[in-house]
């Protein structure tokens, strides 16, 4: 069986890849992914160089999963809807699956949709992938993610893989490890612990390649600590307490960094009420005009 997955990138994009993953799995399929451009004047090098990128996350996606892919540039002068339906009818293709972008009236109207063209004219069913960031999911803001997580203890790291078995993880106990791991990997996403692995040195390099960070402790639970995480740039700082909720902490750091924000405060409300308890009455005293400009910044 053949699956195209006609791909652009983005959000939706990451869906459709993760949704023709399970079904490649259950029909044991070979991808197709394609970038369809079609080419001449009205194609920036620019533009050529981020679709390349893309097609490279892709491939880096199917083969996490296992799944056999080819992933590749189409250029051969055609609309993408018309380039879509002709691939996939000289390779055979069973089934295609096609991100949406939303678009205006405006926009349908002047451009055409591609979506509708290729329903209309493909030999094989579609189905078809939205993505809309006020009504997603915490699953569906995390499914397929790259992460890092970054601890030296054994039993966090599974209890964080079973946690988020929607992402793809990758895992480190050392500093080493993870140093190693940023310089190779793009990340979506790095949840560090602080004391056993060095986690601020990995913040800094996550910040470097912007990879947002949330920091996980147990034994630098601190209020000097939470004030250095968010001065170093973490994204989120939570007690292993919180564990449980993982999936929720992390998903808002990446619906977060969607909107264009960073550590906009949203999971500080959430855990105010156990550092209270966990610091004591007063524990924001100490660094007053810190904790005012964080105020300020965010609200309570």
């Known amino acids: 069986m053949n699956i195209l997955v006609g791909y652009n990138g983005g959000e939706v994009g990451r869906l459709t890849l993760s949704l023709a993953i399970e079904y490649a799995r259950l029909?044991?399929?070979?991808?197709?992914?394609?970038?369809?451009?079609?080419?001449?004047?009205?194609?920036?090098?620019?533009?050529?160089?981020?679709?390349?990128?893309?097609?490279?996350?892709?491939?880096?996606?199917?083969?996490?999963?296992?799944?056999?892919?080819?992933a590749q540039q189409s250029v051969r002068g055609l609309s993408p809807g018309e380039d879509l339906v002709a691939f996939a009818g000289e390779n055979d293709i069973d089934h295609i699956f096609l991100g949406i972008r939303k678009k205006s009236r405006t926009q349908k109207?002047?451009?055409?949709?591609?979506?509708?063209?290729?329903?209309?004219?493909?030999?094989?069913?579609?189905?078809?992938?939205?993505?809309?960031?006020?009504?997603?999911?915490?699953?569906?803001?995390?499914?397929?993610r790259k992460i890092l997580v970054a601890d030296d203890e054994p039993d966090i790291l599974e209890t964080i893989e079973e946690l988020l078995d929607m992402c793809?993880?990758?895992?480190?106990?050392?500093?080493?490890?993870a140093k190693t791991a940023i310089s190779k990997k793009d990340y979506d996403l790095a949840i560090l612990d602080i004391m056993g692995v060095n986690g601020y040195d990995i913040l800094e390099l996550a910040g470097k390649k912007e990879i947002p960070a949330l920091m996980l402790t147990a034994h630098a639970l601190t209020p000097d600590n939470l004030k250095a995480s968010i001065e170093k740039g973490a994204d989120s700082y939570i007690p292993k307490d919180e564990l449980a909720n993982l999936m929720d902490h992390a998903a808002e750091v990446i619906r977060a960094r969607i909107q264009g924000k960073q550590g906009q405060g949203a999971w500080f409300k959430v855990l105010k009420p156990f550092f209270d308890k966990s610091f004591g009455k007063g524990w924001q005293d100490q660094d007053r005009a810190f904790w005012n400009s964080f105020d300020d910044k965010y609200g309570r």
Do not use: W
């Open 109 to 144: 109207a002047i451009l055409g949709s591609t979506a509708r063209h290729i329903i209309l004219k493909a030999p094989c069913p579609v189905t078809s992938v939205k993505f809309d960031l006020d009504t997603a999911s915490n699953t569906e803001l995390l499914k397929g």
């Open 168 to 177: 793809r993880l990758d895992t480190a106990t050392t500093f080493d490890e």
């Open 27 to 70: 029909s044991q399929a070979f991808v197709y992914v394609v970038t369809s451009m079609e080419g001449g004047s009205s194609e920036k090098q620019s533009d050529i160089a981020r679709a390349e990128q893309g097609l490279e996350y892709a491939r880096e996606f199917f083969n996490d999963a296992g799944i056999q892919c080819d």
